[in-house]
């Protein structure tokens, strides 16, 4: 067999994923270990897409999406966003993922680096990887409240540096970024001349501190922005997001989304329309059923003295088990599993800042989210 290109065996596995793939195969797993909302999709959702399948709306769309739905993001950022974007900024993508990938890909040539939250999503490293750049990790501390520190951010910019990455609000740590904190790093990255490339997939879950786009206070269109329908509206498997790029660069970005996906299916845009436009008490039913797990897993850690980073959004929690880890807190993961068949994802699967922590995904059942924590070692 011919071999594979050269860097690919450097990106890295998901160590999300062996705890999944383990998982599968016991009985009766308490699973907080994946990012899957528990909520049902809104019925308008539904009927939207299926009325779509019916109709044959089958077809190729414009590389950047059907009219009406990039029409009704651009009013969604004006409206929830503060970010005022002309229709040929909008590229809708499937999910995040690809709207990540994609933005990656024009800003970041083999060798570039990128600077990437640790911990931080797993994706953002893996893209880097797959693109032959390097990803570098800026440390999210425990001391610092998880806020960037802007000193070691500088220590760590090289000619190569090409684009930062931020995540708020954050996966895993629940941090959401206050409007200081991202002029802050605006300020940096236009110190160094850098790309921004800001993930807000959790924007609607916030549990307090508001949520405040970085590209609505960009004064020299350095941001690239992604969002997702995947986690506010609950439809992970549809495969919706959107791309919000700097103005001018209409023919470069269609030309690679032509050359990656063409278009997200017809189907999908069409329910993403009337996710966009419809009814959003779900949305707001959602953020306060991960509220009340929230306060309720809360109150269970503090009862068994458990000590965690207390999220301002997204729907995880970051809890501290150093005491039982043992320096290994992926093994420690596995073996809690196979013993008291709860899933929980390995804060080392999110960078090296990550050992000795674990995310517990919130988006779950009450009962079983409580049990499960139950069953966590006292320390
Ligand atoms: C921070 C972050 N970005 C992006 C994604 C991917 O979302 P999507 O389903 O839209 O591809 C996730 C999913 O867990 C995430 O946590």
């Not at 930062?164 to 001349?193: C, K, M, T």
Request: hydrophobic share 40%; aromatic share 8%; glycine share 8%.
């Amino acid at each position: 067999m011919p071999s594979l290109a050269h860097h690919i065996p450097s990106v890295p596995a998901s160590g999300i994923r062996r705890i999944y793939e383990v998982a599968v195969e016991l009985d009766d797993v308490i699973s907080l270990g994946v990012g899957e909302p528990d909520r049902p999709v809104a019925p308008h959702i539904l009927a939207a897409g299926a009325a779509a399948w019916r109709d044959d709306l089958t077809n190729y769309s414009a590389n950047g999406g059907i009219a009406p739905l990039r029409a009704a993001i651009v009013e969604k950022l004006a409206r929830e966003n503060r970010m005022h974007v002309e229709v040929e900024q909008v590229w809708v993508t499937m999910g995040a993922t690809q709207g990540l990938y994609q933005a990656m890909t024009v800003l970041l040539a083999a060798g570039d680096e990128v600077l990437v939250p640790d911990p931080g999503y797993t994706t953002f490293t893996m893209n880097a990887r797959m693109l032959e750049a390097e990803p570098v990790p800026y440390p999210l501390r425990a001391e610092r409240g998880f806020a960037p520190d802007l000193e070691e951010l500088e220590s760590l910019v090289t000619e190569k540096t090409r684009v930062i990455i931020v995540n708020s609000p954050s996966n895993p740590l629940g941090v959401v970024f206050d409007e200081e904190q991202l002029r802050g790093i605006l300020d940096f990255a236009r110190r160094h001349d850098l790309w921004v490339l800001s993930d807000e997939v959790y924007e609607y879950f916030t549990y307090g501190r508001p949520h405040v786009s970085i590209a609505s206070l960009d004064e020299d269109d350095r941001v690239f922005s992604v969002f997702s329908l995947s986690k506010t509206y609950a439809m992970t498997g549809a495969r919706v997001g959107y791309l919000v790029t700097p103005p001018g660069l209409t023919a470069t970005m269609r030309t690679v989304q032509e050359a990656s996906i063409s278009c997200v299916g017809m189907p999908d845009q069409f329910a993403a329309i009337a996710a966009l436009t419809g009814d959003h008490q779900h949305v707001a039913d959602s953020r306060e059923h991960y509220r009340g797990n929230l306060e309720a897993a809360c109150s269970l850690l503090d009862a068994r003295g458990i000590r965690y980073q207390r999220p301002e959004g997204a729907f995880y929690l970051w809890v501290d088990l150093a005491y039982a880890a043992d320096g290994d807190v992926a093994g420690w993961a596995e073996r809690f599993l196979l013993r008291e068949h709860v899933a929980v994802a390995p804060g080392s699967a999110f960078g090296r800042s990550g050992e000795g922590w674990i995310r517990i995904c919130l988006a779950a059942n009450r009962e079983r989210l409580l049990e499960g924590l139950g069953r966590l070692p006292r320390p």
